[in-house]
């Protein structure tokens, strides 16, 4: 299945590969927003969704897989670059025809998954989205802050700690933006070593007493990669959910 290229932007980084269901009998599909993890870096990118984007299309979902300017010397991502690309990515779909853009859900993994939640709470977009899944998400950036995940990258990506930049932290985490106000699925491996499960909990209880619909599912026995692996039981609690609640 040959992807289908389409730019946002002028930037290297600003595009997005649509992966269309084979056979949808005439019908409009709905859309999975798919947007990668690796903290934020240039270095990782839109190949590691390849996998859950073909299984999305071959569902009946089509698959707007998402790359956006990540941190790196000749990327020029980082607070606010790689949220308005995010925004501006999902908002490109009003230029895509062939598209059930009543049904737009994201779905994001790691750094990902802080976009995919992050991108429910935009003010007025063009295409609103429906749903969001936080596949291991890095969700509240105070939090990362504090624990030091990868090195300490919150800092770079937002330009200082917590108390130095608290304006941007209330700004890009979606754990200081609730209520999302939307259908919330967030997934976690009890075995995951790059971002605590811990995050994943604290933000559905916080989502939840904010008014959000949230379901949470953490599975002890697995790791922060299993998200991104069809027929990997993190994949599959996101494909149910897709059929019940998006």
Request: glycine content about 14%.
């Amino acid at each position: 299945m040959r992807p289908e290229r389409h730019r946002y932007g002028r930037h290297r980084s600003q595009f997005a590969e649509l992966f269309r269901p084979p056979d949808t009998g005439g019908a409009a599909p709905p859309v999975a927003v798919v947007i990668h993890g690796g903290f934020w870096k240039a270095r990782y990118g839109r190949r590691l969704m390849h996998a859950v984007c073909r299984d999305l299309a071959g569902r009946g979902w089509a698959a707007w897989n998402l790359e956006y300017r990540r941190l790196g010397r000749l990327d020029g991502g980082g607070y606010p670059a790689t949220l308005e690309d995010v925004g501006a990515g999902i908002d490109a779909l009003a230029e895509v025809g062939g598209l059930e853009l009543g049904r737009v859900v994201s779905i994001g993994h790691s750094a990902g998954g802080h976009l995919a939640a992050w991108a429910a709470t935009r003010e007025a977009p063009r295409v609103p989205l429906t749903g969001a899944v936080a596949q291991a998400g890095v969700v509240d950036l105070r939090m990362a802050s504090e624990r030091g995940l990868s090195g300490g990258v919150v800092h770079r990506f937002l330009g200082g700690r917590p108390e130095e930049r608290p304006e941007r932290y209330a700004a890009a985490s979606p754990a200081e933006r609730l209520p999302l106000g939307v259908p919330v699925l967030v997934t976690h491996g009890g075995q995951d070593g790059n971002v605590p499960p811990e995050m994943s909990e604290s933000f559905a209880a916080a989502a939840r007493r904010a008014g959000d619909e949230v379901e949470l599912v953490l599975l002890d026995g697995e790791d922060h990669f299993g998200h991104i692996a069809p027929g990997n039981p993190l994949w599959s609690a996101v494909t149910r959910w897709l059929e019940v609640a998006a």
